[in-house]
Structure formats: structure tokens, C-alpha cells
């Protein structure tokens, strides 16, 4: 088991929700409340690409395809990091990854397997 394991995704139609979540389960509270937590998604034939932040304050930062539609945020208790879904568009099918960021917005971790979210009509 890797460092992150996301979760949530599934089939749905356009305009539906979907909340994803993504635990770390090895990693320890003092390392992993600091980090600046992310999602990514991977469309078919696409490359991986930053869809929200999430920084230690709580200080977000959205990609515009997602913006107003895509909330995240982190319960550091849980060791967890949540993308609420809304309002879904078939352009948001992909399998969607988080990941800590560094302090140059690069991938820290290993990527996990991801979970696939499938907007179908």
C-alpha cells in the first residue's frame, strides 16, 4: 500500500456529484498536516494535470475547468483530503490521484492507483 489511497469514484451522469477521498495511512499526523495536499486527473489520452490545493490553512487553489463546481478540503485527524464533486461534466472523466505537493507545486509522493470517476449520458 502506497503513501496515498484515493477512493469515491464511480459512474454518473452529467450534473451528478461525487465526493472522492484520499487517506494516508502511513503517513504520520506531524508529516502529514504540513504538506500541501492535492488532486490530479488523467483524461484518456491525456496528461495528468493539478485540479485543486489545499494548504495546510486551509488556502485553496482551483484549476478554472474545475472552479465553482470542485471543493476541496482536509480533515488532518482523518489523515484525509476530499473533492466534492458537483455539477459534473463529461470532460471531468479521468482517474483522479492526489498527492502532496512541494513547495514548487511538483508531485512529493509516489502515485497511487487513483480512482476512476466516469461521466456517461
Known sequence: QGQ???SGGGLV????????SCKAPRMITSVFNPNQMAWYRQAPGKERELVASITSNTDRNYADSVKDRFTISRDN???TVYLQMSN?????TGVYYCNALTSSRQPKYNWGQGTQVTVFS
Open 77 to 79: 485527524s482523518r489523515k
Open 13 to 20: 451522469q452529467p450534473g451528478g456529484s461525487l465526493r472522492l
Open 88 to 92: 459534473l461534466k463529461s470532460d471531468d
Open 4 to 6: 496515498l489511497v484515493e
